[in-house]
């Protein structure tokens, strides 16, 4: 039986390897699930290296993965910087990139695949549905990187064309702790919602101090003025704990989506992986290495470019439901569910969209002025009960 | 040009690239798709500056560009221009950028670039053309100083006020007029009468 490599590149270590390690157990695991499938006639190698969370290291550690294992496949990067930085590796090499984390857009490789939602498929559903319910002003923060200054341009864009305001914007370095001048500011300029764009340890020590805040004055409390953020799921909710109760997030998947497909892959995983949560981060990378398996099973090669034309025809079953690759964008249609963090770590889903968005990475079918100023201004402060 | 926070937009925007049939340009119709602009191809002519309006942007072949393809002279073309570069030779560039070229592209062309050299090339043509227009404005004034003063003088005179005092009462009337301080000033002189005989605009 022939065997195909599949390269996994996400950092286990590093300023933000919470996130990151769930794709690598996300993609390990699916590479197990397909491997112990009879129905398919070939096994996966999964090939794993490390770039500790170095933007620097991943386009070498990417070649030498490629050229070393002749991967025509690699499943990896969290962070949009280690993607820039991997993007001319694979394109010279003519391999595939399945890049399995929310990102803020603006961007189509060839040689990518982008198996989550961009910014119309995050930010503008979370905005659709935090805006009415809370108000116009929000206070923007993130991780001093292209994601969260692009996902707060984006942000200020909608809100200052919708009748909205933004009343701050501030940024700490990936892994910094220290945003006691963040709260200072918050607790000043008394904002509707708090979009937050920070990653790792910085989101984590953020939301215990506006936790905090919440306690000494009940107007910070989540459900008057709450954090919502793109990309902070069940993994990393549940190490904070009570903290993120009450915060809202936007995703593509959470684990307590209700359909009987789902909880019974939720069920499966937690067997798996009792101490981990197969959260959006790791379901997104499950599903890349099997669309990869899907697609290498149907044309009969690994080859890139064959694999890359069977995702782009054929819809794909995967745990964020059936995905076919749009074939202009290298993107895939997605649902936004709005989940609210429970203090258990999971989410109470408090909204879905009708149907899956389809990609608009550059957002030229999406209109930014959204119909938000009726809404805010016919209501006083809506309450989430 | 919007502000720092403004996502551009070129949705339903048409591209002309003046470039022989090429992969590159495949290349450059598939990323022409994905912003929502139509793109055509070209060459190794273009037709008539009229016939050229209806397209946004123009996308130069800098490796075989020449002066004659142009309907219009170096510099004068109505639209953005994004120059395609191969051979990065001095001449070249220079070529691209006696045609207005703001922004490059690098051959091969990839999977990405467009879409920023339409946001330079864009934000940078309606400047230019601002600051034109503002230049030409600016020159025009310029030439008025003459006249400007003449008025001052006039004032001065059937007023019998100082300088300022007469450049005061220039600038109010132009507002009154709704006129540039330049046009009432030529109304003040061409109403004066040297004999000291008041005229109708600074009479009082």
Redesign the interface.
Known sequence: MSAYPVAILFSRSGGYSRPAEQGYFGALAAVADINADASYPFKLEAHHADPQGNADRYAALCRDLIRNTAAQHVVGCTTSWSRKEVIPVV?KLDALLWYPCVYEG??????LVYIAACANQHLVPLLDYIVPRFGLRAFLTGSNYIWGWETN??A??IL?RSGGSVLGERYVPIGDEDIAHLIEEIRAKRPDFILNNLIGPSSYAFLAAYRALGEEDAAFKPENCPVVSCNLYENEIGLMGPVAAGHYTVSSYFRSLADRENSLFAERMKTRYPERVADAFFVQAYASVIMIAEAIRRAGSDDAQKVLEVVRTHQIATPLGPIKVDR??NHVSLSAHIGRARPDGDFDVVHSCESPMAPD?????TP?QRSYAEFAGATPKLRVV | MGPAHFTPNFVGWRALILHRPHQNVDALLAQCARIGITGEQAWPMLDDPDAMRVFNVLLIDADMGHDEQMPWPPGRAPMPIVALIGSEAPGRIAWTISHGADAQLLKPIGSAGLYSALVVASQAFVRRRAQAEEIALLKERLSKRQVVAEATAILMLTHNCDARSAFDELRRAAMAERRAIEEAAEGIVAGFQPDGRKNVTSGR
């Not at chain 1, 603006?106 to 040689?111: A, D, L, Q, R, Y």
């Open positions: 394109e603006f961007e189509v490789s060839e040689n341009r984006i200020r864009d200052h202009a964008t990475p550059f957002l030229t079918a930014l």
